[in-house]
């Protein structure tokens, strides 16, 4: 059974940093797309940003700029960097393994902006 374990979600201020980590067990890591996803209440469950097994990425709109997803194939961890924070990115940060359509899930890890 696959396993995805994410950490590294607090409470920040605004303008600060995070990294969440995602460290996956029991998979091909190399072999999947990672992704990060987060939805804040209210609201419904959208992309932030994903790494396909090659490397290539692709970012929300409304985070191009501030955060960086990466991959270390040798550790089956991949990252999000999360920079200059605003209260709107709060939410539960989820990450997502996407291998030819099917899909596995983290229990999430709770990202708090605010003064």
């Known amino acids: 059974q696959v396993q995805l374990v994410e950490s590294g979600g607090g409470l920040v201020q605004p303008g600060g940093s995070l990294r969440l980590s995602c460290v996956a067990s029991?998979?091909?890591?190399?072999?999947?797309?990672m992704g990060w996803y987060r939805q804040a209440p209210g609201n419904q469950r959208e992309l932030v940003a994903r790494v396909s097994n090659g490397g290539s990425t692709n970012y929300a709109d409304a985070v191009k700029g501030r955060f960086t997803i990466s991959r270390d194939n040798a550790k089956n961890t991949v990252y999000l960097q999360m920079n200059s924070l605003k209260p709107e990115d709060t939410a539960v940060y989820y990450c997502n393994a996407n291998i030819f359509g099917q899909e596995k899930w983290g229990q999430g890890t709770q990202v708090t902006v605010s003064s």
């Open positions: 029991r998979m091909m890591f190399n072999l999947y797309t």
